[in-house]
């Protein structure tokens, strides 16, 4: 292991933010990640993964540690169903793709989601219809304090929309080291009525779709209204869709009558942040060098050299105008830093 310095992160997170670390290190291994934390010292440390679900906005004054882990399994096997594990610093994506390879189902609507394994079960990530938890069946995760290995099961980790232990009672106390999904091997249960999928599989001329159909449809969609981070820095949706009380939306519904929603309850109803934001006026607004993608209002982009406060009081600035406009309070999906 060698300790850099003074190095920029602009290459290591999505949004293309140039701000530097005071230390810096790549973590390839548990043991090395286990050492660093054994050392002697008061450093503080800051974990990095892919970076993809992040907002810098300063220069980080601690030893920054890029977990680097890399590996994938199949760990056990049935007629139905399989269990796959993926170490932390392996790519969402990609990792997604080599289930369906295998012919693995269970993960195609979460297709070209950014960012490594390792932080997919913080954030519950999820995407037409489909949550990180459907799928989950554990992981292990590092305690900081004793330095031992612990087991979380699917109820351990309390998933919610966008939401789990690990950003609350957990937060800032373990290191997930590895993710196990339990995937179908046969009869897959394909999850093609939310968002556009449906229509995307007819233009594509596809009635009886697989797994890897389903997954290339999800990524057409994606690759159409969402920019890609290697050539436009942002971090996928910046804001998580509200869920509103019924009465709430019946309100909303008055001013809005076409106002689209997703029912999540008797007494809860899902409003697409996107919409709110396009409907304030903000889709494809741009401010120098930075602003809000033109075909996706849930983005925030930088399009080169804008700073993370830049982007902050962005993503301020609209919170404000849709709690004015709608009464309803949109909460960021990234982490502000």
């Known amino acids: ?16 933010i140039d701000v530097k670390a005071k230390q810096f290190i790549s973590i390839t291994s548990i043991a090395d990640l286990i050492a660093v934390y054994s050392a002697e010292g008061t450093t503080s440390k800051f974990i990095l993964g892919g970076g993809s679900n992040m907002l810098l906005t300063r220069d980080i004054d601690a030893l920054v540690m890029h977990l680097n882990i890399k590996g994938k399994q199949i760990i056990s096997q049935t007629e ?40 997919s079960p913080i954030q519950n990530i999820g995407a037409y219809g489909i949550e990180l ?38 937060k800032g106390k373990y290191i997930i080291l590895s ?47 969402l920019p890609d981070p290697k050539e436009i820095g942002n971090s996928g949706s910046f804001f998580k869709n509200p869920i509103i009380a019924k009465d709430a939306f019946l309100k909303l519904q008055d001013n809005f009558p076409n106002a689209p929603h997703y029912v999540i309850s008797d007494q809860e109803v899902k409003v697409p942040a996107g919409w709110l934001i396009e409907t304030a006026g903000f889709k494809g607004k741009t401010l ?41 309070t949109i909460e960021t999906e990234v982490n502000i830093i």
């Open 80 to 119: 139905e169903n399989v269990l796959v594990k993926s170490n932390t610093g392996e790519n969402w994506h990609e990792f997604v793709l080599w289930t369906l390879e295998n012919n693995f189902g269970g993960l195609e609507n979460l297709s070209l989601i950014p960012g490594n394994v390792g932080t």
């Open 288 to 328: 120098g060098n930075y602003g809000v993608h033109k075909k996706q209002a849930l983005v925030l982009v930088n399009y080169g050299g804008a700073s993370g406060n830049d982007i902050l009081n962005l993503s301020k600035l609209i919170q404000k105008t849709v709690l004015r406009l709608f009464d309803i």
């Open 133 to 170: 938890k459907d799928t989950f069946h554990s992981c292990e995760a590092l305690n900081l304090e004793t330095l031992d290995i612990e087991t979380f099961t699917n109820g351990d980790c309390k998933f919610d929309y966008r939401n789990s232990i690990f950003k609350h009672e957990a």
């Open 179 to 225: 993710v196990v999904f339990k995937l179908t091997t046969k009869n897959h249960v394909l999850h093609t009525n939310y968002g556009a999928i449906t229509s995307e599989l007819e233009r594509m001329d596809i009635s009886t779709p697989t797994i890897q159909d389903v997954s290339n449809a999800v990524i057409s969609i994606r690759q159409s209204k």
């Open 1 to 16: 292991m060698q300790i850099k310095h003074n190095i920029s992160l602009k290459p290591y997170n999505t949004f293309g």
